[in-house]
């Protein structure tokens, strides 16, 4: 028998919750408890996907342990990580009529949940964001070069976004039926949620605000890759969304793409080893 708010395998689920991971094993079973909870109080059926991309960090003991209480379902991706690429597939091994997805990193409250959910049922509204930058909103422990970095990756997807304040929001839902309809749907890197409300062509957006806090356990994947793709990200976006502002916004995004390729010779320069001759 399943709990209240559990799917079994034979219920259609009406949410599927996606949570993409790597090494994440350490928050994960924290994470899938509270979501258990939470889900049991709001009596939605649901599942949950987690999307690994081959981790080997004993995720899948994680999730086996907590079967009970939560219909989680391990997916284990090979080959090129990406975390883009895990959301993806996720949302398209998705049975509900819901979709959420969500970091494992416990940054993203699960009590917020409902509140999404509850958003994305209300027509027109066809894209939800958990969002950290609406009145009500907020980051806890965020230091001034996080927080100025974000600023940033916001101001340079403006004229792709409108007025939505937090287009780069990890905590998202959206309907089952408007992923389906994304046309060309490309995505690589951290920002699937910017790419979605562009691609699904998305116009009735609603922010619900979050508290957003910084991971404790884990490791950050974020890193300066990252950021570089992330520009070459919204550079594919600009000439397939929105060529005009393209014109305007593509070379400014190529200046900062050269000046972090040549930050990171830099610094790699720095970093090796001077082997002095011996005399
Ligand atoms: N499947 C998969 N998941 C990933 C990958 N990279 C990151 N993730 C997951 O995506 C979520 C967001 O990654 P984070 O490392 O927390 O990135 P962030 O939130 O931008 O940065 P921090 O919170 O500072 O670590 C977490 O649940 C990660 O485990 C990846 O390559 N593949
Ligand atoms: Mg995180």
Redesign the pocket.
């Known amino acids: 028998m399943s709990q209240r708010g559990q799917s079994t395998s034979d219920q259609t689920p009406q949410v599927s919750i996606v949570?993409?991971?790597?090494?994440?094993a350490e928050n994960a079973r924290s994470l899938l408890t509270r979501i258990a909870e939470v889900m049991r109080r709001d009596g939605r059926l649901y599942e949950i996907l987690i999307?690994?991309?081959d981790s080997r960090d004993g995720i899948d003991l994680v999730v086996r342990d907590l079967a009970a209480i939560c219909p989680a379902r391990l997916i284990t991706?090979t080959g090129f990580?990406?975390?883009s690429q895990?959301v993806m597939e996720g949302m398209r091994q998705a049975r509900g009529r819901l979709i959420l997805v969500m970091?494992?990193?416990l940054?993203h409250p699960p009590e917020a949940i409902p509140r999404l959910l509850d958003a994305l049922d209300k027509p027109p509204t066809d894209y939800v964001i958990g969002s950290r930058y609406v009145a009500g909103g907020r980051t806890r422990h965020w230091d001034g070069g996080r927080r100025f970095n974000s600023f940033v990756a916001t101001l340079l997807a403006r004229p792709l976004t409108g007025r939505i304040k937090d287009p780069m929001a990890?905590l998202f839902a959206i309907h089952r039926s408007t992923f389906e309809r994304a046309r060309g749907l490309d995505p690589v890197g951290?920002k699937i949620g910017l790419e979605l409300l562009c691609r699904c062509r998305c116009q009735h957006p609603v922010e619900v605000p979050i508290t957003f806090k910084?991971?404790v356990g884990?490791?950050?994947?974020?890193n300066l890759e990252?950021q570089m793709r992330y520009l070459l990200h919204l550079d594919r976006l600009y000439r397939s969304c929105a060529w005009k502002w393209g014109v305007l916004v593509r070379p400014l995004l190529w200046a900062l793409l050269g000046t972090l390729h040549m930050y990171r010779r830099l610094t790699r320069l720095w970093q090796q080893p001077v082997n002095a001759p011996q005399s």
């Open positions: 949570i993409p991971t790597y090494r994440e999307v690994d991309d991706r990580r990406d975390l895990a970091d494992a990193d940054s990890g951290y910084e991971r884990g490791q950050s994947k974020l990252q």
